[in-house]
Protein backbone atom coordinates (compact mmCIF):
# COMPACT_ATOMS: atom_id res chain seq x y z
CA UNK A 1 0.00 0.00 0.00
CA UNK A 2 1.18 2.98 -1.02
CA UNK A 3 2.27 6.66 1.57
CA UNK A 4 2.25 9.90 2.15
CA UNK A 5 3.90 12.59 3.67
CA UNK A 6 3.23 16.53 3.46
CA UNK A 7 6.41 18.25 1.84
CA UNK A 8 6.25 20.63 4.06
CA UNK A 9 10.00 21.48 4.16
CA UNK A 10 10.05 21.88 0.57
CA UNK A 11 6.89 23.98 0.40
CA UNK A 12 8.74 26.60 3.06
CA UNK A 13 11.76 26.97 1.12
CA UNK A 14 10.25 27.81 -2.13
CA UNK A 15 7.57 30.24 0.05
CA UNK A 16 9.33 31.61 2.82
CA UNK A 17 13.55 31.46 1.72
CA UNK A 18 12.99 31.68 -2.23
CA UNK A 19 9.97 33.75 -2.69
CA UNK A 20 9.81 35.79 0.34
CA UNK A 21 6.20 35.64 0.08
CA UNK A 22 5.79 37.48 3.46
CA UNK A 23 7.76 40.27 2.63
CA UNK A 24 5.53 40.42 -0.83
CA UNK A 25 2.34 40.34 1.18
CA UNK A 26 3.68 43.87 2.87
CA UNK A 27 2.59 45.62 -0.28
CA UNK A 28 -1.00 44.47 -0.39
CA UNK A 29 -2.69 45.45 2.60
CA UNK A 30 -5.26 42.69 2.60
CA UNK A 31 -2.27 39.99 3.60
CA UNK A 32 0.43 42.83 5.13
CA UNK A 33 -0.28 40.54 8.32
CA UNK A 34 0.39 37.48 7.53
CA UNK A 35 3.19 35.92 8.74
CA UNK A 36 5.00 32.97 8.02
CA UNK A 37 4.25 31.05 11.53
CA UNK A 38 0.24 31.60 10.30
CA UNK A 39 1.53 30.02 6.90
CA UNK A 40 3.18 27.17 8.28
CA UNK A 41 0.28 26.33 11.25
CA UNK A 42 -2.43 26.15 8.71
CA UNK A 43 -0.59 24.26 5.71
CA UNK A 44 0.36 21.51 8.59
CA UNK A 45 -3.26 21.21 9.60
CA UNK A 46 -3.54 21.02 5.82
CA UNK A 47 -1.25 18.24 5.28
CA UNK A 48 -2.71 15.94 8.41
CA UNK A 49 -6.22 16.62 6.80
CA UNK A 50 -4.69 15.54 3.01
CA UNK A 51 -2.71 12.79 4.84
CA UNK A 52 -5.01 11.48 7.30
CA UNK A 53 -8.57 11.44 6.17
CA UNK A 54 -8.70 11.86 2.00
CA UNK A 55 -5.62 9.63 1.38
CA UNK A 56 -6.39 6.42 2.72
CA UNK A 57 -9.65 6.80 0.10
CA UNK A 58 -7.89 6.52 -2.90
CA UNK A 59 -7.56 3.47 -3.81
CA UNK A 60 -10.94 2.04 -2.48
CA UNK A 61 -12.39 5.13 -4.01
CA UNK A 62 -10.87 4.43 -7.42
CA UNK A 63 -11.78 0.47 -6.87
CA UNK A 64 -15.63 1.39 -6.12
CA UNK A 65 -16.15 4.39 -8.41
CA UNK A 66 -19.37 6.35 -8.54
CA UNK A 67 -22.61 4.84 -9.15
CA UNK A 68 -26.08 6.35 -10.90
CA UNK A 69 -29.91 6.04 -10.04
CA UNK A 70 -30.68 6.09 -13.68
CA UNK A 71 -34.55 6.67 -12.14
CA UNK A 72 -33.39 9.27 -9.73
CA UNK A 73 -30.56 10.40 -11.53
CA UNK A 74 -28.71 10.67 -7.92
CA UNK A 75 -25.16 9.19 -8.11
CA UNK A 76 -23.61 7.38 -5.09
CA UNK A 77 -19.80 8.52 -4.61
CA UNK A 78 -17.57 5.52 -2.94
CA UNK A 79 -17.78 4.92 0.40
CA UNK A 80 -16.29 7.68 2.82
CA UNK A 81 -16.08 10.11 0.37
CA UNK A 82 -19.06 12.41 1.50
CA UNK A 83 -17.91 12.51 5.06
CA UNK A 84 -14.50 13.33 4.47
CA UNK A 85 -16.16 16.20 2.23
CA UNK A 86 -18.50 17.36 5.84
CA UNK A 87 -14.86 17.22 7.93
CA UNK A 88 -13.28 19.67 5.06
CA UNK A 89 -16.22 21.64 5.84
CA UNK A 90 -16.50 21.66 9.15
CA UNK A 91 -12.29 22.95 8.74
CA UNK A 92 -13.14 25.69 7.19
CA UNK A 93 -10.91 24.69 4.02
CA UNK A 94 -13.18 25.68 1.36
CA UNK A 95 -12.79 29.53 2.86
CA UNK A 96 -9.35 29.75 3.06
CA UNK A 97 -8.70 31.84 0.63
CA UNK A 98 -12.33 33.65 -0.17
CA UNK A 99 -13.32 37.60 0.78
CA UNK A 100 -13.94 37.90 4.09
CA UNK A 101 -17.10 39.56 3.09
CA UNK A 102 -18.39 36.53 2.17
CA UNK A 103 -17.35 34.30 5.15
CA UNK A 104 -14.08 33.73 3.76
CA UNK A 105 -10.74 33.42 5.88
CA UNK A 106 -9.32 35.98 3.27
CA UNK A 107 -5.82 34.06 3.51
CA UNK A 108 -3.31 34.83 0.23
CA UNK A 109 -4.01 32.65 -2.84
CA UNK A 110 -0.80 31.20 -2.74
CA UNK A 111 -1.21 29.62 0.71
CA UNK A 112 -4.99 27.80 -1.03
CA UNK A 113 -2.73 26.55 -3.79
CA UNK A 114 -0.37 24.63 -1.60
CA UNK A 115 -3.53 23.32 0.35
CA UNK A 116 -4.44 22.00 -2.75
CA UNK A 117 -1.44 20.32 -4.06
CA UNK A 118 -1.48 18.53 -0.81
CA UNK A 119 -5.02 17.30 -1.59
CA UNK A 120 -3.93 15.86 -4.96
CA UNK A 121 -1.08 13.89 -4.20
CA UNK A 122 -3.43 11.93 -1.00
CA UNK A 123 -6.60 11.80 -3.65
CA UNK A 124 -7.06 13.64 -6.74
CA UNK A 125 -10.79 12.35 -7.57
CA UNK A 126 -11.90 13.54 -4.38
CA UNK A 127 -10.07 16.98 -4.28
CA UNK A 128 -12.35 17.64 -7.30
CA UNK A 129 -15.59 17.98 -5.77
CA UNK A 130 -14.19 21.29 -3.58
CA UNK A 131 -11.74 21.99 -6.08
CA UNK A 132 -14.34 23.44 -8.90
CA UNK A 133 -16.14 25.56 -6.50
CA UNK A 134 -13.33 27.92 -6.35
CA UNK A 135 -13.49 28.19 -9.84
CA UNK A 136 -17.11 29.27 -10.00
CA UNK A 137 -16.66 31.08 -7.06
CA UNK A 138 -14.31 33.25 -8.82
CA UNK A 139 -16.11 33.53 -12.26
CA UNK A 140 -19.25 34.57 -10.31
CA UNK A 141 -16.93 37.05 -8.01
CA UNK A 142 -15.81 38.54 -10.81
CA UNK A 143 -18.86 38.55 -13.84
CA UNK A 144 -21.93 37.96 -11.14
CA UNK A 145 -24.64 40.75 -10.24
CA UNK A 146 -24.85 42.03 -6.83
CA UNK A 147 -27.71 39.27 -6.29
CA UNK A 148 -25.21 36.71 -7.93
CA UNK A 149 -22.73 37.23 -5.32
CA UNK A 150 -25.48 37.29 -2.64
CA UNK A 151 -27.08 34.40 -2.98
CA UNK A 152 -24.12 31.66 -4.13
CA UNK A 153 -20.61 33.34 -2.61
CA UNK A 154 -21.51 32.40 0.64
CA UNK A 155 -22.65 29.05 -0.32
CA UNK A 156 -19.86 28.06 -2.41
CA UNK A 157 -17.16 29.66 0.60
CA UNK A 158 -18.73 27.82 3.31
CA UNK A 159 -18.97 24.88 1.02
CA UNK A 160 -22.66 24.40 1.51
CA UNK A 161 -22.76 24.45 -1.84
CA UNK A 162 -20.22 22.94 -4.70
CA UNK A 163 -19.99 24.34 -8.13
CA UNK A 164 -19.17 22.70 -12.03
CA UNK A 165 -18.30 24.21 -15.04
CA UNK A 166 -20.63 23.01 -17.87
CA UNK A 167 -18.84 23.75 -21.78
CA UNK A 168 -18.41 20.98 -23.69
CA UNK A 169 -21.10 19.10 -26.09
CA UNK A 170 -21.43 15.79 -27.28
CA UNK A 171 -20.10 16.97 -30.41
CA UNK A 172 -17.45 19.89 -29.29
CA UNK A 173 -15.27 20.45 -26.96
CA UNK A 174 -12.35 22.60 -27.45
CA UNK A 175 -14.07 24.52 -30.23
CA UNK A 176 -16.78 26.04 -27.99
CA UNK A 177 -18.39 28.32 -31.19
CA UNK A 178 -19.96 25.12 -32.33
CA UNK A 179 -22.02 24.77 -28.91
CA UNK A 180 -25.88 24.47 -29.21
CA UNK A 181 -27.27 24.82 -26.14
CA UNK A 182 -30.27 27.05 -25.62
CA UNK A 183 -31.30 30.20 -23.65
CA UNK A 184 -34.70 31.16 -24.13
CA UNK A 185 -35.69 34.60 -21.95
CA UNK A 186 -38.60 34.00 -19.82
CA UNK A 187 -39.44 37.25 -19.17
CA UNK A 188 -38.62 37.81 -15.44
CA UNK A 189 -35.08 38.17 -15.85
CA UNK A 190 -34.63 34.04 -15.82
CA UNK A 191 -33.80 32.18 -18.68
CA UNK A 192 -34.93 28.25 -19.94
CA UNK A 193 -32.02 26.04 -20.78
CA UNK A 194 -32.28 23.17 -23.01
CA UNK A 195 -29.17 21.35 -24.30
CA UNK A 196 -26.94 18.35 -23.62
CA UNK A 197 -23.56 19.00 -21.67
CA UNK A 198 -20.91 16.03 -21.18
CA UNK A 199 -17.59 15.27 -19.21
CA UNK A 200 -19.14 16.93 -16.48
CA UNK A 201 -16.79 17.38 -13.18
CA UNK A 202 -18.50 16.57 -10.03
CA UNK A 203 -21.61 16.79 -12.05
CA UNK A 204 -24.25 15.31 -9.79
CA UNK A 205 -23.22 13.91 -5.88
CA UNK A 206 -24.84 13.79 -2.47
CA UNK A 207 -21.98 16.27 -1.21
CA UNK A 208 -24.22 19.21 -0.58
CA UNK A 209 -27.51 20.14 -0.69
CA UNK A 210 -27.37 22.36 -3.91
CA UNK A 211 -24.86 22.08 -7.00
CA UNK A 212 -24.10 25.29 -8.71
CA UNK A 213 -23.76 24.78 -12.53
CA UNK A 214 -22.27 27.65 -14.86
CA UNK A 215 -23.48 26.73 -18.08
CA UNK A 216 -22.43 27.93 -21.70
CA UNK A 217 -25.66 28.56 -23.74
CA UNK A 218 -27.09 30.43 -27.00
CA UNK A 219 -29.60 33.38 -26.70
CA UNK A 220 -32.17 33.31 -29.71
CA UNK A 221 -30.69 36.12 -32.08
CA UNK A 222 -27.16 35.18 -30.84
CA UNK A 223 -24.04 35.64 -33.41
CA UNK A 224 -22.73 32.28 -34.57
CA UNK A 225 -19.51 30.90 -33.06
CA UNK A 226 -17.31 32.00 -30.02
CA UNK A 227 -19.04 35.56 -29.98
CA UNK A 228 -22.48 34.35 -29.72
CA UNK A 229 -22.31 32.39 -26.42
CA UNK A 230 -23.40 33.49 -23.19
CA UNK A 231 -22.81 32.26 -19.38
CA UNK A 232 -25.19 31.04 -17.09
CA UNK A 233 -25.63 30.21 -13.33
CA UNK A 234 -27.80 27.44 -13.15
CA UNK A 235 -29.06 25.81 -9.94
CA UNK A 236 -29.43 22.14 -9.25
CA UNK A 237 -32.43 23.28 -7.06
CA UNK A 238 -34.09 26.54 -7.57
CA UNK A 239 -32.75 29.42 -5.34
CA UNK A 240 -35.00 32.02 -3.60
CA UNK A 241 -34.66 35.36 -3.13
CA UNK A 242 -33.54 34.71 0.29
CA UNK A 243 -31.49 32.25 -0.23
CA UNK A 244 -33.63 29.47 0.32
CA UNK A 245 -33.39 26.22 -1.69
CA UNK A 246 -36.80 25.22 -3.79
CA UNK A 247 -37.85 23.36 -6.46
CA UNK A 248 -35.75 20.76 -8.42
CA UNK A 249 -34.51 22.37 -11.42
CA UNK A 250 -34.64 19.86 -14.55
CA UNK A 251 -30.73 19.41 -14.95
CA UNK A 252 -30.03 15.71 -14.78
CA UNK A 253 -27.47 13.49 -15.15
CA UNK A 254 -28.27 10.97 -17.63
CA UNK A 255 -25.15 8.88 -17.48
CA UNK A 256 -21.72 8.58 -16.05
CA UNK A 257 -18.54 8.34 -18.19
CA UNK A 258 -16.24 5.22 -17.63
CA UNK A 259 -12.86 6.92 -17.69
CA UNK A 260 -9.08 5.44 -17.57
CA UNK A 261 -8.57 7.37 -14.10
CA UNK A 262 -9.81 9.32 -11.13
CA UNK A 263 -12.98 6.76 -10.82
CA UNK A 264 -13.85 8.81 -7.70
CA UNK A 265 -14.94 11.85 -9.19
CA UNK A 266 -18.21 11.48 -11.18
CA UNK A 267 -17.64 13.15 -14.11
CA UNK A 268 -21.16 13.01 -15.63
CA UNK A 269 -23.30 13.77 -19.08
CA UNK A 270 -25.91 16.37 -17.83
CA UNK A 271 -29.51 16.92 -20.01
CA UNK A 272 -30.98 20.34 -18.89
CA UNK A 273 -34.67 20.56 -20.36
CA UNK A 274 -36.32 23.72 -19.22
CA UNK A 275 -33.84 24.15 -16.36
CA UNK A 276 -34.35 27.74 -14.87
CA UNK A 277 -30.74 30.20 -15.13
CA UNK A 278 -29.89 33.63 -14.75
CA UNK A 279 -27.19 35.64 -17.06
CA UNK A 280 -23.61 35.82 -15.95
CA UNK A 281 -22.44 39.08 -17.29
CA UNK A 282 -23.07 40.37 -20.42
CA UNK A 283 -25.02 38.73 -23.20
CA UNK A 284 -22.71 36.95 -25.82
CA UNK A 285 -19.45 37.29 -23.43
CA UNK A 286 -19.89 34.47 -21.99
CA UNK A 287 -16.30 33.11 -22.88
CA UNK A 288 -15.10 36.12 -21.05
CA UNK A 289 -16.48 35.22 -17.95
CA UNK A 290 -16.17 31.59 -18.00
CA UNK A 291 -12.21 32.53 -18.77
CA UNK A 292 -11.81 33.27 -15.36
CA UNK A 293 -12.70 29.99 -14.23
CA UNK A 294 -10.54 28.23 -17.37
CA UNK A 295 -7.57 29.78 -16.47
CA UNK A 296 -8.09 29.42 -12.43
CA UNK A 297 -8.62 25.63 -13.58
CA UNK A 298 -5.62 25.26 -15.85
CA UNK A 299 -3.10 26.83 -12.74
CA UNK A 300 -5.29 23.92 -10.95
CA UNK A 301 -4.92 21.26 -13.47
CA UNK A 302 -1.21 22.16 -13.32
CA UNK A 303 -1.76 22.18 -9.51
CA UNK A 304 -3.07 18.13 -10.10
CA UNK A 305 0.20 16.63 -12.06
CA UNK A 306 2.69 18.27 -9.33
CA UNK A 307 0.60 16.43 -6.38
CA UNK A 308 0.76 12.84 -8.39
CA UNK A 309 4.79 13.42 -9.06
CA UNK A 310 5.13 14.26 -5.64
CA UNK A 311 3.15 10.94 -3.88
CA UNK A 312 4.90 8.88 -6.60
CA UNK A 313 8.24 9.97 -6.35
CA UNK A 314 7.75 9.41 -2.68
CA UNK A 315 6.64 5.86 -2.70
CA UNK A 316 8.90 4.92 -5.46
CA UNK A 317 11.65 6.10 -3.29
CA UNK A 318 10.37 4.08 -0.20
CA UNK A 319 10.87 1.11 -2.62
CA UNK A 320 14.12 1.62 -4.39
CA UNK A 321 15.60 1.67 -1.40
CA UNK A 322 13.89 -1.53 0.41
CA UNK A 323 13.85 -3.57 -3.14
CA UNK A 324 16.62 -6.13 -3.66
CA UNK A 325 18.04 -6.79 -7.38
CA UNK A 326 21.63 -7.98 -8.37
CA UNK A 327 24.47 -6.32 -7.06
CA UNK A 328 25.57 -2.37 -8.28
CA UNK A 329 28.36 -2.43 -11.45
CA UNK A 330 30.61 -0.79 -9.49
CA UNK A 331 30.76 -3.14 -6.30
CA UNK A 332 28.46 -4.95 -3.59
CA UNK A 333 27.07 -1.89 -1.74
CA UNK A 334 24.73 -4.15 0.84
CA UNK A 335 27.33 -7.08 2.15
CA UNK A 336 25.01 -8.32 4.56
CA UNK A 337 22.01 -8.94 1.95
CA UNK A 338 21.48 -11.10 -0.88
CA UNK A 339 21.33 -8.43 -3.31
CA UNK A 340 21.73 -4.30 -3.59
CA UNK A 341 18.73 -1.71 -2.96
CA UNK A 342 17.88 -0.93 -6.78
CA UNK A 343 18.89 2.34 -5.59
CA UNK A 344 21.82 1.99 -6.55
CA UNK A 345 21.49 0.93 -10.18
CA UNK A 346 22.33 4.77 -12.02
CA UNK A 347 18.94 4.38 -14.10
CA UNK A 348 16.67 3.97 -11.06
CA UNK A 349 18.33 7.24 -10.00
CA UNK A 350 17.89 8.54 -13.17
CA UNK A 351 14.18 7.91 -13.01
CA UNK A 352 13.83 8.55 -9.24
CA UNK A 353 15.16 12.21 -10.28
CA UNK A 354 13.28 12.51 -12.59
CA UNK A 355 10.43 12.84 -10.50
CA UNK A 356 12.36 14.74 -8.10
CA UNK A 357 13.10 17.51 -10.29
CA UNK A 358 10.03 17.75 -11.61
CA UNK A 359 7.64 18.45 -8.67
CA UNK A 360 10.72 20.58 -7.39
CA UNK A 361 10.51 22.68 -10.62
CA UNK A 362 7.11 22.36 -10.91
CA UNK A 363 5.87 23.13 -6.79
CA UNK A 364 8.79 26.72 -7.55
CA UNK A 365 6.54 27.76 -10.56
CA UNK A 366 3.37 27.09 -8.94
CA UNK A 367 4.07 29.12 -6.14
CA UNK A 368 5.93 31.89 -8.22
CA UNK A 369 2.48 32.09 -10.44
CA UNK A 370 0.17 32.24 -7.54
CA UNK A 371 2.21 35.20 -5.80
CA UNK A 372 1.75 36.70 -8.79
CA UNK A 373 -2.15 36.07 -8.78
CA UNK A 374 -1.93 37.93 -5.17
CA UNK A 375 -0.01 40.75 -6.37
CA UNK A 376 -2.75 41.22 -9.60
CA UNK A 377 -5.67 41.18 -7.38
CA UNK A 378 -4.27 42.85 -3.69
CA UNK A 379 -1.31 45.12 -4.43
CA UNK A 380 -0.89 48.61 -3.65
CA UNK A 381 1.24 49.25 -7.08
CA UNK A 382 -1.10 49.62 -10.12
CA UNK A 383 2.20 48.75 -12.24
CA UNK A 384 2.64 45.69 -10.39
CA UNK A 385 -0.54 44.33 -10.87
CA UNK A 386 -0.53 44.68 -14.65
CA UNK A 387 2.99 43.16 -14.88
CA UNK A 388 2.01 40.42 -12.27
CA UNK A 389 -1.09 40.03 -14.60
CA UNK A 390 0.36 39.89 -17.90
CA UNK A 391 3.06 37.69 -16.50
CA UNK A 392 0.80 35.04 -14.89
CA UNK A 393 -1.61 35.03 -18.26
CA UNK A 394 2.12 34.04 -19.77
CA UNK A 395 2.74 31.71 -17.40
CA UNK A 396 -0.22 29.77 -17.23
CA UNK A 397 -0.30 27.55 -20.25
CA UNK A 398 2.87 26.03 -18.92
CA UNK A 399 1.86 25.10 -15.88
CA UNK A 400 -1.03 23.91 -17.56
CA UNK A 401 0.87 21.58 -19.93
CA UNK A 402 4.79 21.75 -19.37
CA UNK A 403 4.08 20.59 -15.79
CA UNK A 404 1.21 17.61 -16.85
CA UNK A 405 3.58 16.49 -19.82
CA UNK A 406 6.07 15.98 -16.98
CA UNK A 407 3.86 14.50 -14.96
CA UNK A 408 3.07 11.83 -17.33
CA UNK A 409 6.72 11.45 -17.55
CA UNK A 410 7.24 11.49 -13.88
CA UNK A 411 4.41 8.88 -12.98
CA UNK A 412 5.29 6.72 -15.65
CA UNK A 413 9.18 7.01 -14.65
CA UNK A 414 7.75 5.58 -10.52
CA UNK A 415 6.06 3.21 -11.93
CA UNK A 416 8.61 1.56 -13.80
CA UNK A 417 10.83 1.82 -10.07
CA UNK A 418 8.68 -1.00 -8.84
CA UNK A 419 9.41 -3.37 -12.44
CA UNK A 420 6.16 -5.93 -12.78
CA UNK A 421 4.86 -4.52 -9.11
CA UNK A 422 4.27 -0.94 -10.56
CA UNK A 423 1.93 -2.99 -13.28
CA UNK A 424 -0.47 -4.14 -10.05
CA UNK A 425 -2.75 -2.41 -8.35
CA UNK A 426 -1.83 -2.60 -5.03
CA UNK A 427 0.90 -0.74 -5.20
CA UNK A 428 -0.59 2.42 -6.23
CA UNK A 429 1.57 3.70 -8.84
CA UNK A 430 -0.74 2.71 -11.91
CA UNK A 431 -3.23 5.13 -10.27
CA UNK A 432 -1.10 7.79 -10.21
CA UNK A 433 -0.60 7.00 -13.94
CA UNK A 434 -3.57 6.48 -14.89
CA UNK A 435 -5.32 9.53 -12.73
CA UNK A 436 -2.61 11.98 -14.32
CA UNK A 437 -3.61 10.90 -17.82
CA UNK A 438 -6.49 13.15 -17.71
CA UNK A 439 -4.72 16.05 -16.72
CA UNK A 440 -3.08 16.33 -20.50
CA UNK A 441 -6.35 16.61 -21.80
CA UNK A 442 -8.99 18.32 -20.10
CA UNK A 443 -9.14 22.21 -19.63
CA UNK A 444 -8.08 22.40 -22.62
CA UNK A 445 -5.41 19.54 -24.17
CA UNK A 446 -1.85 20.13 -24.00
CA UNK A 447 -1.83 21.46 -27.67
CA UNK A 448 -3.97 23.40 -27.42
CA UNK A 449 -2.14 25.65 -24.27
CA UNK A 450 1.18 25.41 -26.83
CA UNK A 451 -1.15 27.38 -29.18
CA UNK A 452 -2.21 29.46 -26.93
CA UNK A 453 1.22 30.18 -25.38
CA UNK A 454 2.70 30.92 -28.43
CA UNK A 455 -0.55 32.26 -31.09
CA UNK A 456 -1.26 34.34 -28.20
CA UNK A 457 0.44 35.54 -25.57
CA UNK A 458 3.99 35.80 -27.06
CA UNK A 459 3.48 36.31 -30.57
CA UNK A 460 -0.11 38.00 -29.98
CA UNK A 461 2.01 41.18 -28.46
CA UNK A 462 5.31 40.52 -30.59
CA UNK A 463 7.10 38.99 -27.52
CA UNK A 464 6.57 41.82 -24.88
CA UNK A 465 5.53 39.84 -22.29
CA UNK A 466 8.35 37.04 -22.53
CA UNK A 467 10.82 39.67 -22.32
CA UNK A 468 9.54 41.09 -19.27
CA UNK A 469 10.60 37.05 -17.75
CA UNK A 470 13.77 37.43 -19.56
CA UNK A 471 13.93 40.80 -17.49
CA UNK A 472 13.31 38.75 -14.64
CA UNK A 473 16.41 35.96 -15.93
CA UNK A 474 18.23 39.03 -16.81
CA UNK A 475 18.71 40.21 -13.24
CA UNK A 476 19.32 36.92 -11.50
CA UNK A 477 22.24 36.41 -14.71
CA UNK A 478 23.55 40.32 -13.28
CA UNK A 479 23.21 39.44 -9.50
CA UNK A 480 24.90 36.15 -9.78
CA UNK A 481 26.98 36.06 -13.06
CA UNK A 482 30.39 36.57 -11.19
CA UNK A 483 29.21 34.15 -8.97
CA UNK A 484 31.61 31.08 -9.86
CA UNK A 485 29.51 28.29 -7.69
CA UNK A 486 26.50 29.67 -9.32
CA UNK A 487 28.08 29.54 -13.04
CA UNK A 488 26.26 25.75 -13.49
CA UNK A 489 22.85 26.76 -12.97
CA UNK A 490 23.26 30.42 -14.67
CA UNK A 491 25.24 30.12 -17.47
CA UNK A 492 22.61 27.28 -19.35
CA UNK A 493 19.27 29.98 -18.32
CA UNK A 494 21.09 32.73 -19.82
CA UNK A 495 21.85 31.08 -22.85
CA UNK A 496 18.42 29.70 -23.24
CA UNK A 497 17.14 33.26 -22.56
CA UNK A 498 19.21 34.78 -25.67
CA UNK A 499 18.06 31.66 -27.93
CA UNK A 500 14.11 32.62 -27.22
CA UNK A 501 14.69 36.07 -28.60
CA UNK A 502 15.98 34.31 -32.32
CA UNK A 503 13.70 31.07 -31.50
CA UNK A 504 10.77 33.27 -31.41
CA UNK A 505 10.87 35.92 -33.80
CA UNK A 506 12.30 33.26 -36.75
CA UNK A 507 8.91 30.55 -35.44
CA UNK A 508 6.98 34.27 -36.18
CA UNK A 509 8.35 35.06 -39.12
CA UNK A 510 7.43 31.33 -40.63
CA UNK A 511 4.09 31.91 -39.23
CA UNK A 512 3.12 35.09 -40.51
CA UNK A 513 3.57 33.39 -43.99
CA UNK A 514 2.12 30.27 -43.37
CA UNK A 515 -0.19 29.97 -40.10
CA UNK A 516 0.71 26.14 -39.93
CA UNK A 517 4.57 27.21 -38.85
CA UNK A 518 2.86 27.68 -35.91
CA UNK A 519 0.66 25.06 -35.30
CA UNK A 520 3.41 22.69 -36.40
CA UNK A 521 6.10 24.35 -33.71
CA UNK A 522 3.66 24.99 -30.89
CA UNK A 523 4.41 22.47 -28.99
CA UNK A 524 8.16 22.03 -29.25
CA UNK A 525 8.42 25.59 -28.21
CA UNK A 526 5.82 24.93 -25.48
CA UNK A 527 8.32 22.62 -23.69
CA UNK A 528 11.15 25.13 -24.66
CA UNK A 529 9.18 27.86 -22.30
CA UNK A 530 8.92 25.53 -20.32
CA UNK A 531 12.59 24.66 -19.46
CA UNK A 532 13.08 28.02 -19.06
CA UNK A 533 10.69 28.73 -16.67
CA UNK A 534 12.08 26.03 -14.19
CA UNK A 535 15.41 26.60 -15.55
CA UNK A 536 14.70 30.04 -13.71
CA UNK A 537 13.54 28.58 -10.85
CA UNK A 538 15.85 26.12 -10.18
CA UNK A 539 18.86 28.51 -10.57
CA UNK A 540 16.62 30.75 -7.63
CA UNK A 541 16.69 27.58 -5.60
CA UNK A 542 19.95 27.07 -6.03
CA UNK A 543 20.77 30.52 -5.36
CA UNK A 544 19.43 29.82 -2.31
CA UNK A 545 20.77 26.80 -0.86
CA UNK A 546 24.48 28.29 -1.86
CA UNK A 547 23.72 31.09 0.25
CA UNK A 548 22.77 29.05 3.29
CA UNK A 549 25.58 26.69 2.95
CA UNK A 550 27.79 29.64 2.41
CA UNK A 551 26.86 31.11 5.98
CA UNK A 552 27.41 27.65 6.96
CA UNK A 553 24.13 25.38 7.16
CA UNK A 554 25.00 21.70 7.49
CA UNK A 555 21.56 21.07 6.73
CA UNK A 556 21.39 18.40 4.40
CA UNK A 557 18.56 19.85 2.61
CA UNK A 558 20.23 22.69 1.07
CA UNK A 559 22.82 19.71 -0.53
CA UNK A 560 19.55 18.07 -1.41
CA UNK A 561 18.67 21.11 -3.90
CA UNK A 562 21.98 21.25 -5.51
CA UNK A 563 21.78 18.09 -6.27
CA UNK A 564 18.53 18.19 -7.79
CA UNK A 565 19.47 21.32 -9.49
CA UNK A 566 22.43 19.42 -10.83
CA UNK A 567 20.88 16.61 -12.15
CA UNK A 568 17.59 18.56 -13.31
CA UNK A 569 20.37 20.77 -15.67
CA UNK A 570 22.45 17.31 -16.90
CA UNK A 571 19.91 15.33 -17.56
CA UNK A 572 16.84 17.49 -18.47
CA UNK A 573 17.20 20.80 -19.47
CA UNK A 574 18.85 19.56 -22.61
CA UNK A 575 15.93 18.44 -24.53
CA UNK A 576 15.93 21.95 -25.83
CA UNK A 577 18.42 21.49 -28.08
CA UNK A 578 16.44 19.15 -29.85
CA UNK A 579 13.11 20.89 -28.83
CA UNK A 580 14.21 23.42 -30.89
CA UNK A 581 15.29 21.30 -33.84
CA UNK A 582 12.41 20.18 -34.38
CA UNK A 583 10.45 22.72 -34.39
CA UNK A 584 12.31 24.17 -36.86
CA UNK A 585 12.06 21.33 -38.52
CA UNK A 586 8.24 22.91 -39.86
CA UNK A 587 5.14 21.93 -40.97
CA UNK A 588 5.76 20.23 -44.73
CA UNK A 589 6.79 16.90 -43.03
CA UNK A 590 3.28 16.92 -41.35
CA UNK A 591 1.05 18.93 -43.99
CA UNK A 592 2.07 16.97 -47.18
CA UNK A 593 1.61 13.39 -45.53
CA UNK A 594 -2.01 12.67 -47.45
CA UNK A 595 -0.63 9.45 -48.69
CA UNK A 596 0.92 8.52 -45.42
CA UNK A 597 -2.41 9.39 -44.01
CA UNK A 598 -4.71 7.57 -46.59
Known sequence: MPTYTPPLRDMQFVLHEVFQVTEAFKAMPRHADVDADTINAVLEEAGKFAAEVTFPLNISGDTEGCQLDNQTHEVTTPKGFKEAYQQYVEGGWPALSCEPEYGGQGLPFVVNQCLYEMLNSANQAWTMYPGLSHGAYEALHAHGTDEQKKLYLPKLTSGEWTGTMCLTEPHCGTDLGLLRTKAEPVGDGTYRITGNKIFISAGEHGFTSNIVHLVLARLPD???????????????????????????????????????????????????????????????????????????????????????????????????????????????????????????????????????????????????????????????????????????????????????????????????????????KEWGMEQYVRDNRIN???????????????????????????????????????????????????????????????????????????????????????????????????????????????????????????QTARFYFAKLFPEVHSLMRTARAGSKVLMETDAALA
Open 440 to 562: MIYEGTNTVQSLDLLGRKVLGNQGATLKKFGKLIGQLVAEEGVNEAMSEFITPVAWLGEQMTKFTTEIGFKGFQNPDEVGAAAVDYLRVAGHLAFGYMFARMAQVALRKIAEGSEDPFYTAKL
Open 222 to 424: APKGSKGISLFVVPKFKVGADGSIGERNPIYCTALEHKMGIHGNATCALSLDGAIGTLVGQPNKGLAAMFVMMNAARLGVGNQSLGLTEVAFQNALVYAKDRLQMRSLSGTKAKDKEADPIIVHPDVRKMLMTARAYADGARALQVYCSLLVDQEQHHTDEKVRKDSAELVALLTPIVKAFVTDNGHISTNACMQVFGGHGFI
